[in-house]
């Protein structure tokens, strides 16, 4: 049997194997994401609320495409939502490298310490979002109950006040998500093969350059990844900030995930919800284009 | 191609620094530790203080200076098993999560595999249209999956929150494993097929084996994401069906917040997912290192 | 060989698939509930006071939200409902920011519930969605309600809130509003008289304000709905609405609107920090930790005040109306619509559990638990209840003149801008007449 002949007859079967083995997903995924997906496209031309669901539907068009670009909330809400996707995920990066770093160094104790990190990341949003109330809260709880201990009366107003409220959000977020980034950097780390960091050492270089010119580059492909999900998620964050804040004080928190969230379900215009739901989408998947360059030409990091 | 990612259960510790640097190594090292201990306490605090809290009553959660010491109270925990029936929220919980996980590991560990390793057409189409289907904010499918499942009569069975949790964690599993298969090195399963095996035996018995503690690792992701998901649990369940999550909200009321209450239910959510976690910890670490989970 | 290996793959396909297959089948198996043999929908209640009928082995769910007091009440008065009449009344619950969402699917689906709790805000919604059952023939039926029940027993215009198009559907409780408390040994001390209208209350406040580390006031600021009652209340006590009876107009007055947001922005100044987020229950909770000398919020989060579990000043504290002129005070009313879902099979059992639940009897027990009040006009005169509830009279003040909680489909959207405005006129990133000039151009939306 020549090796060309093989290859062919391993391909041939391969397709045929391929064709098997993704169809059944296919059909599921098709199911579960793409028939509502192209669903909630169509019933984003229709004016309707939730009541309407099985009933008749005034059509109108592409108005509520239409009404994105005229909303002065969208772009708030959008504006909103980019200060909280960059400074939650920059911090997240940055603060996750550092402990990533950290846990990298400990020789004892790594096992215990890496799963008591992971905890706020395995708890539900909607926990989350109530344990930060009550941390939050400026007569009761524990941080401005500390901080009176030093001298700050009066409580601070984390979450009622638009200089704050937006910041404090993002605590949240890298409360819960610097432990997934921790996760996930540290495994690249230590996927790094240890004849890199022999031959850097018989170089006689630092810890800092170790760090810069292994781990960083060793671990471009994790770090573009955990880029990538945070972005995605925190773009379409809505549950906690609907516990937290609602949008306020003034608009100040109003992201484009919660106004999506409440225009359907709470004003009652699920037409324009789903036209929201679109423009999130088509945002996201633009922004992931870019990173995926980035992740394509890993070159750049090295 | 390192020589570790050919076996599994051996993962690279991170060995000894050089012995010149002793002394700079052990202050570095010390400075880890001093790291890792503030960032635990950041972690844990919110956490201890819900701990606290779930045997606190009312009126000494809500004191104007903190009360460390105070009479505490197993009544939260009687309302959350007793009131509310909470074991009921974690078995729904616990079958959706681990029907989810397997129909998604059942489902995408194959697709991954044809994206990874077989000649199929339009290869980067389908991974980016993976992608793309983690994207989708889930207001957008909520309403129609609620429409379609009614449609199929779905609604408020299990299967309707199995399916409607396999819409994010199908995406995870292919796009996690794709680059797990992706990472091994392609002789094993050529040999595999020279010694006659065929393209699906050297999937099944070489290629899958191998990516064990990978498939691992994805299956706790799957199963932490469904545990804490709330929209899709929400409006496709049924009474009977309602998770973790619509049960700890119950404590949500419309004038006021069972504070107490509240904090009970979120730790006795938390202590199943936090065991497994525990337990799948190694699996965890050692599976996201093999695969060196790449885009 | 290659066709053996191919046969597997599809082998393991078919196994999802019957597995799937059986999951759906099980998943169908539920039952319907329906009337069953020895059902009389007629017979009197077996004891004073108890359900009208009998429904042995009739299945009935309620839909209502998860948590507050309300719940245990409503667990008992099912119980009771249950073994009294024969049939099976299950409360199912769900949080209370997605009950409208799950009613509205529900429903929509024609399954699940017979006896649906529907706030004013998707009432109409409801009603013109053909969700609801009329009530009218049984309400009218004198073998269904007690001796000389009938609609007229009903506070006439609460019950009117339950009619859409003429046609009654819903049946009121719930009845409550937007009260002043005050602490009366605070006030006491510092020599100051119950306030009368809402301009006394701003300059007590301001009196009070920080003395033994008490804030002037609280009252609630996050946008939940209830900056738009308290709003509400202001505008109704200044015999102003947001709009016409149709509820097609604009009707917002500038001065009076003007008026209420002063008194808003003026009051935060003697809030404590925070106040822009908290929700009724918040401000509730820092009034009775004795953290604000007077209170400006909702009758039934104000019960917080006088619950010895959750509250340090217990008995402390007085009631009175808001009012702009010390005759005129006023309230929005608040309240809930107890409704009969049009896919019921079991309409006869729900009105039976409807007209129990709403009656004098067990609205008392509410009233105690959860310091809401009944909507039938015995209720008042019902001594042994009213002297316990220290808030009556003020809530009977200010609902003396009042305007129903806003019950439009277009209500909500109008209600996070005007809230929205309140908090930035109250951050000063808008002057009040900015505020009240948003709040116009919000509610040009309405009738649309």
Request: glycine residues 8%.
């Amino acid at each position: 049997m020549s090796t060309t002949y093989a290859r062919k007859t391993w391909d041939r079967e391969g397709r045929r194997l391929g064709r098997g083995l993704m169809a059944l997903p296919a059909l599921i995924l098709a199911l579960v994401v793409f028939a509502p997906l192209v669903y909630s496209i169509v019933l984003a031309l229709y004016n309707w609320q939730i009541t309407q669901i099985n009933q008749g539907k005034p059509f109108v068009g592409l108005q509520n495409f239409a009404k994105l670009f005229t909303d002065p909330k969208v772009l708030s809400a959008v504006g909103n939502t980019l200060l909280y996707v960059v400074g939650s995920v920059g911090v997240e990066l940055v603060l996750g490298f550092i402990i990533a770093a950290a846990l990298f160094e400990l020789t004892k104790g790594r096992k215990l310490a890496n799963s008591l990190i992971l905890l706020p990341m395995i708890i539900a949003p909607v926990i989350t979002a109530l344990i930060w109330r009550y941390m939050f809260d400026p007569q009761f709880g524990l941080i401005s109950q500390v901080l009176s201990f030093f001298g700050v009366k009066g409580g601070v107003d984390f979450l009622g006040s638009s200089q704050l409220a937006l910041s404090s959000l993002m605590i949240v977020d890298i409360w819960q998500w610097t432990p997934f980034v921790i996760l996930i950097l540290h495994a690249g780390m230590l996927g790094i093969s240890e004849e890199q960091f022999e031959a850097a050492r018989i170089d006689g270089a630092g810890r800092v350059r170790i760090l810069r010119s292994i781990v960083i580059p060793g671990i471009a492909p994790q770090i573009l990844l955990v880029l990538l999900f945070r972005t995605m998620d925190t773009y379409r964050i809505f549950d906690t900030v609907y516990v937290l804040t609602r949008g306020g004080p003034g608009g100040a928190t109003e992201t484009i995930g919660l106004y999506t969230y409440q225009t359907g379900f709470s004003f009652f215009n699920m037409g324009y919800a789903m036209a929201l739901s679109v423009f999130i989408l088509v945002t996201i998947a633009i922004i992931s284009t870019f990173y995926l360059r980035l992740l394509r030409r890993r070159s750049v990091f090295a | 191609m390192t020589s570790h990612t050919l076996n599994a259960h051996d993962v690279p510790e991170v060995s000894a620094r050089p012995v010149t640097q002793k002394k700079r190594r052990d202050a570095w090292v010390i400075g880890c530790y001093v790291v890792i201990g503030v960032f635990l306490v950041w972690v844990l605090v919110p956490v201890l203080t819900v701990l606290v809290n779930s045997f606190k009553t009312p009126s000494a959660i809500f004191t104007s200076t903190p009360q460390l010491a105070f009479a505490p109270t197993l009544a939260n925990y009687a309302k959350v098993f007793g009131g509310l029936d909470f074991t009921h929220f974690l078995l729904n919980s616990l079958i959706v999560g681990l029907g989810s996980t397997a129909l998604s590991l059942f489902l995408g560990v194959p697709f991954a595999y044809s994206l990874a390793r077989l000649p199929v057409p339009g290869r980067e189409w389908w991974a980016r249209l993976i992608l793309f289907s983690r994207m989708v904010p889930a207001v957008a499918l909520v309403v129609p999956m609620f429409v379609i499942f009614q449609q199929l009569h779905l609604t408020g069975s299990y299967l309707a929150l199995i399916l409607a949790h396999t819409s994010f964690n199908l995406p995870i599993v292919i796009w996690m494993m794709r680059s797990f298969f992706e990472e091994l090195p392609p002789e094993l399963e050529e040999a595999a097929m020279v010694d006659g095996a065929g393209r699906f035996g050297a999937f099944w018995r070489i290629a899958l084996p191998l990516t064990t503690p990978g498939m691992a690792a994805t299956a706790v992701l799957c199963i932490i994401f469904s545990w804490n998901e709330f929209l899709f649990a929400l409006v496709l369940s049924g009474q009977d069906t309602q998770t973790v999550p619509v049960g700890v909200s119950s404590f949500i009321g419309s004038v006021s917040i069972d504070w107490g209450g509240s904090s009970a239910a979120a730790i006795v959510a938390i202590i199943p997912i936090f065991i497994l976690g525990l337990g799948a910890q190694r699996f965890l670490v050692r599976g996201l290192t093999f695969g060196g989970v790449k885009g | 060989m290659f066709a053996t290996q191919h046969k597997r793959s599809w082998a393991v396909i078919a196994a999802v698939a019957l597995s799937a297959g059986a999951l759906m089948l099980t998943s169908c198996t539920s039952t319907a509930g329906g009337s069953a043999a020895g059902a009389d929908p007629n017979a009197a209640p077996k004891s004073a006071g108890g359900p009208y009928g009998t429904f042995p082995g009739e299945k009935l769910t309620l839909s209502r939200w998860a948590g507050d007091p309300w719940t245990s009440g409503q667990t008992q008065a099912a119980k009771d409902w249950s073994s009294s009449t024969g049939g099976k009344l299950t409360l199912a619950a769900v949080p209370y920011e997605n009950l409208h969402d799950k009613q509205a699917l529900s429903l929509s689906s024609g399954s699940d519930y017979d006896i649906v709790y529907v706030h004013p805000s998707w009432f109409g919604e409801f009603a013109k969605a053909g969700y609801l059952a009329p009530i009218d023939k049984y309400l009218a039926d004198p073998k269904r309600n007690p001796t000389g029940f009938s609609a007229a027993s009903y506070l006439p215009n609460v019950l009117a809130q339950g009619k859409y198009n003429g046609t009654q559907y819903c049946l009121p409780d719930f009845v409550s509003t937007i009260v002043v408390g005050y602490r009366t040994d605070l006030f006491a001390a510092a020599g100051l008289a119950a306030p009368k209208t809402v301009s006394d209350v701003l300059a007590d406040a301001a009196k009070l304000n920080s003395k033994g580390g008490t804030a002037g006031i609280v009252m609630p600021g996050k946008a939940t709905g209830a900056v738009a009652d308290v709003f509400g209340s202001l505008l109704t006590a200044q015999g102003n609405w947001w709009y016409n009876a149709a509820g097609t107009k604009n009707t917002l007055d500038s001065t009076a609107a003007t008026n209420a947001l002063d008194f808003y922005t003026s009051a935060a100044k003697y809030a404590p920090t925070g106040v822009l987020n908290m929700a009724v229950d918040d401000a509730a909770t820092v009034a009775a930790q004795g953290k604000a000398a007077i209170v400006v919020d909702t009758t039934p989060s104000l019960s917080a005040l006088e619950d010895p579990a959750k509250s340090s000043t217990v008995g402390k504290w007085g009631y009175v109306p808001l009012a702009f002129d010390a005759s005129k005070p006023g309230g929005e009313l608040i309240y809930w619509n107890w409704c009969i879902s049009s896919n019921s099979k079991s309409k006869d059992a729900a009105y039976s559990f409807l007209q129990y639940y709403t009656d004098t009897a067990q609205q008392a027990k509410v009233a105690l638990a959860a310091a809401t009040l009944g909507a039938t006009k015995s209720f008042y005169e019902d001594k042994a209840v009213t002297s316990k509830l220290p808030f009556l009279p003020a809530v009977n003040a200010a609902l003396s003149n009042s305007n129903p909680q806003p019950s439009l489909a277009s209500w909500p959207a109008i209600q996070n801008a005007i809230e929205t405005s309140v908090q930035q006129a109250i951050q000063g990133s808008k002057t009040n007449a900015q505020a009240v000039t948003d709040m116009q151009t919000a509610l040009a939306a309405l009738g649309k």
